[in-house]
């Protein structure tokens, strides 16, 4: 939430706890490419950002800031960390977090519940697990 409060600014019609209309990506994608060239640390800024750019129709900025964002799974985890620093034993938690979140912004519910129950029956313990649940399916 950090990122987002951080944001508020920016775009200060988007209210706290809500994306905002569906029709708003290209602002918001404004708004996170000025917190990510703030912030270049923001994982989950550029998460945001990707999948503005997806909603937007701009695919290769949109893979390129996924990718840096580690298929989003940091950023739906929380997790404060660089992916190369992923601890090979949470990869693939932050793998199928990551997969989720790609799944639900590309709109595929069958695929995205599939992966909510994988993820929630594999990692029930791992933190923010039950966050990012929350995140995908509410958003």
Known sequence: ?????????????????????????????????QLTKLDQTAAAGRALLGLCEFRTKEYDPSFAHLKRAHSGGLACLRMPIFPEEIPPADREVVFLAGETLWDSATERPQVTENDLATLLAKYPNFPNVHHANDMVRYR
Do not use: K
Not at 20 to 28: F, I, L, M, T, V
């Open 1 to 33: 939430m950090p990122v987002f409060h951080s944001a508020l600014p920016l775009s200060p019609h988007i209210v706290p706890g809500h994306n905002g209309p569906r029709d708003h990506y290209a602002e918001c994608r404004d708004a996170l490419t």
